[in-house]
T-cell receptor
Framework: AQKVTQAQTEISVVEKEDVTLDCVYE???????LFWYKQPPSGELVFLIR??????QNEISGRYSWNFQKSTSSFNFTITASQVVDSAVYFC????????????FGPGTRLSVLP | EAGVAQSPRYKIIEKRQSVAFWCNPI?????LYWYQQILGQGPKLLIQ????????DSQLPKDRFSAERLKGVDSTLKIQPAKLEDSAVYLC???????????FGPGTRLTVT
């Protein structure tokens, strides 16, 4: 069975600080996909990134970056120079490639960026 | 491009009543998902459709929940009879196929009293 762990329940930082959100996943499948979603106070989940298990290249998009390490089964998310608008709940998710996959979300990390 | 549409946005019912939610996915998306998100938790997958066929409904409480996706486009999720513990936000999402990212609708907040 698949599982996603986000050990940090809540994080508070001051604006302009860097912050890293941790994600650890478990799966026996060799082909799988990892995702990060943002859920702002408005409630609608917003897709941020998708990574497949064969692509361990780190990704940078503006102030966001992702570090995928298969050796530690981790897919961490870093926000550089955080802003108040980054305040949200962030979810890491996992799906496997076989037909009938079960898309699993982690419990989420609530990030509060204080002015 | 229009996003995933859901209605109603809010619903309050008494326990033992029935309720139905509607979802219209992004045009061309073959895969449709229904999730239940209880306050403070991550979304939990209830059912997943590929076109109009069910791919995964292992976590759907089938004694009271049902869902259908007629013609492989719109979908409805029904709860009958509702229980207090069904109070949650019900999210609909769609994706091109099983491997691609999902796009979520605004959700329906259900309160069962």
């Amino acid at each position: 069975a698949q599982k996603v762990t986000q050990a940090q329940t809540e994080i508070s930082v001051v604006e302009k600080e860097d912050v890293t959100l941790d994600c650890v996943y478990e799966t026996r499948d060799t082909t799988y996909y990892l995702f990060w979603y943002k859920q702002p106070p408005s409630g609608e989940l917003v897709f941020l990134i998708r990574r497949n298990s064969f692509d361990e290249q780190n990704e940078i998009s503006g102030r966001y970056s992702w570090n995928f390490q298969k050796s530690t089964s981790s897919f961490n998310f870093t926000i550089t120079a955080s802003q108040v608008v980054d305040s949200a709940v962030y979810f890491c998710a996992l799906s496997v490639a076989n037909y009938g996959q079960n898309f699993v979300f982690g419990p989420g990390t609530r990030l509060s960026v204080l002015p | 491009e229009a996003g995933v549409a859901q209605s109603p946005r809010y619903k309050i019912i008494e326990k033992r009543q029935s309720v139905a939610f509607w979802c219209n996915p992004i045009s061309g998306h073959a895969t449709l998902y229904w999730y239940q998100q209880i306050l403070g938790q991550g979304p939990k997958l209830l059912i997943q459709f590929q076109n109009n066929g069910v791919v995964d409904d292992s976590q759907l409480p089938k004694d009271r929940f049902s869902a259908e996706r007629l013609k492989g486009v719109d979908s409805t999720l029904k709860i009958q009879p509702a229980k207090l513990e069904d109070s949650a936000v019900y999210l609909c999402a769609s994706s091109l196929d099983l491997r691609h990212e999902q796009y979520f609708g605004p959700g329906t907040r259900l309160t069962v009293t």
